[in-house]
Nanobody, 119 residues
Framework: QVQLVESGGGLVQAGGSLRLSCAAS????????MGWFRQAPGKERELVVA????????SYADSVKGRFTISRDNAKNTVYLQMNSLKPEETAVYYC????????????WGQGTQVTVSS
């Protein structure tokens, strides 16, 4: 079992920034690929970005490239998502999740944190 707890969400104006954190506990954090997802009202959950176990490889959705940055600190069992130049359409619940390398299914999920971007 892996427990994930997101934090850092909130209300921000368009063009502003937020930094989300996801703290993990349970199994060895560095064994897992980490991902950030988001789900807007009435829309499907989408993968925003993923980061490899070591942090050396990242994969961003085209919509966030150049504005969002993922990082991880395996010593602190935490993954971060720095979000800059936020847009109102990025209002959503943001989730972190983990999966094993080589397996596409994310096994464990956090409860989510709300990000609201006002225009």
């Amino acid at each position: 079992q892996v427990q994930l707890v997101e934090s850092g969400g909130g209300l921000v104006q368009a063009g502003g920034s937020l930094r989300l954190s996801c703290a993990a506990s349970g199994r060895t954090f560095s064994n897992y690929v980490m991902g950030w997802f988001r789900q807007a009202p009435g829309k499907e959950r989408e993968l925003v970005v993923a980061i490899s176990r070591s942090g050396s490889t990242t994969s961003y959705a085209d919509s966030v490239k150049g504005r969002f940055t993922i990082s991880r600190d395996n010593a602190k069992n935490t993954v971060y998502l720095q979000m800059n130049s936020l847009k109102p359409e990025e209002t959503a619940v943001y989730y972190c999740a983990v999966r094993q390398e080589g397996i596409l299914v994310y096994d464990y999920w956090g409860q989510g944190t709300q990000v609201t971007v006002s225009s």
